[in-house]
């Protein structure tokens, strides 16, 4: 039954397309004769029945462009960068709605800092369709992968990306940022060989130093039993930027990852941002 019914209103859709293009057909073909018949007999308010013949196809023009630019052109362009693109990632920097909802989900218009092989950053914009449950996450500060042209900064999102190779990427650039804190090695050691684990968030103190907008905090947590056979508490210095200050909060259970052999050199994964620790 289903799928007779799927037949007959599969049937009905092309019978109504064939009806408008016999009708718009014959509109064109009559409504010009007609024109005529009453410009010959000096009715000049026939010059009115232009209008439809101008409107009509004005609007199937139109509504052919929108259909092109919004189901058609992205998946061509998504394409094309996606075999000759550059793959990086992008920080989020800062975004709004375009105020176009497909499916009941709002297109969002991103300004990401993408950062390049060489670790300098470059400025572009991508907007993408983003489920409503997703937009609280994508916050400025946030990493996203993406793939950019470097000659005309066109820039999406990437479907595919080599989170390995991004991570790398950023753990080049946060080490050099910091050179008090995590270097490279130790980033990579703790990607590879360290263990996750949730951690209570004992006490923090700012320093006083600052290193332009970011604040040195000595950070304690408390660790479960299940890392080191002991509740334990390590400590280490930070640079925090503003934003990151008001994520982290005394009490709040954050995720951190670790070599138990050194504890005390461990970093917060909660999310890694451009300015994350």
Same mark, same amino acid.
């Given at each position: 039954?289903?799928?007779?019914?799927?037949?007959?209103?599969?049937?009905?859709?092309?019978?109504?397309?064939?009806? #408008?293009?016999?009708?718009?057909?014959? &509109?064109? +073909?009559? @409504?010009?004769?007609?024109?005529?018949?009453?410009?010959?007999? #000096?009715?000049?308010?026939?010059?009115? &029945?232009? +209008?439809? @013949?101008?409107?009509?196809?004005?609007?199937i023009i139109f509504a052919l462009w929108i259909m092109y630019s919004v189901f058609i052109k992205p998946g061509r362009v998504n394409k094309r960068m996606q075999a000759s693109g550059t793959k990086s990632v992008g920080f989020v920097k800062s975004l709004a709605q375009t105020?176009?909802?497909i499916n009941e989900q709002p297109e969002v218009k991103f300004t990401v800092e993408i950062l390049q092989d060489n670790g300098s950053m470059v400025e572009a914009e991508v907007k993408t369709i983003v489920a409503l449950t997703d937009l609280a996450q994508l916050q400025p500060g946030v990493p996203i992968p993406v793939v950019y042209n470097p000659t005309t900064m066109e820039?999406?999102?990437?479907?595919?990306?080599?989170?390995?190779?991004?991570?790398?990427?950023?753990?080049?650039?946060?080490?050099?940022?910091?050179?008090?804190?995590?270097?490279?090695?130790?980033?990579?050691?703790?990607?590879?060989?360290?263990i996750q684990t949730p951690a209570i968030i004992q006490d923090m103190k700012i320093t006083g130093e600052q290193v332009g907008d970011k604040h040195a905090v000595v950070i304690s947590i408390e660790l479960p039993v299940t890392v080191l056979g002991s509740v334990q508490v390590v400590s280490r210095e930070v640079f925090c930027a503003p934003a990151m200050l008001s994520e982290l909060q005394i009490g709040?259970?954050?995720?951190?990852?670790?070599?138990?052999?050194?504890?005390?050199?461990?970093?917060?994964?909660?999310?890694?941002?451009?300015?994350?620790?």
């Open positions: 039954m289903k799928k007779v019914t799927g037949v007959l209103i599969f049937l009905a859709i092309i019978g109504g397309i064939g009806a #408008g293009i016999y009708g718009i057909i014959m &509109m064109f +073909i009559e @409504l010009p004769k007609e024109m005529m018949w009453y410009l010959s007999r #000096g009715d000049m308010s026939a010059l009115f &029945m232009l +209008i439809p @013949l101008i409107l009509v196809p004005g609007s105020g176009t909802y820039c999406i999102f990437d479907n595919t990306p080599d989170t390995e190779r991004l991570q790398d990427m950023i753990d080049r650039y946060q080490s050099s940022r910091d050179p008090r804190g995590l270097t490279y090695s130790e980033r990579v050691e703790i990607r590879k060989h360290g709040k259970i954050i995720n951190v990852q670790l070599l138990p052999a050194h504890p005390e050199r461990f970093a917060i994964i909660n999310q890694v941002t451009k300015d994350g620790l």
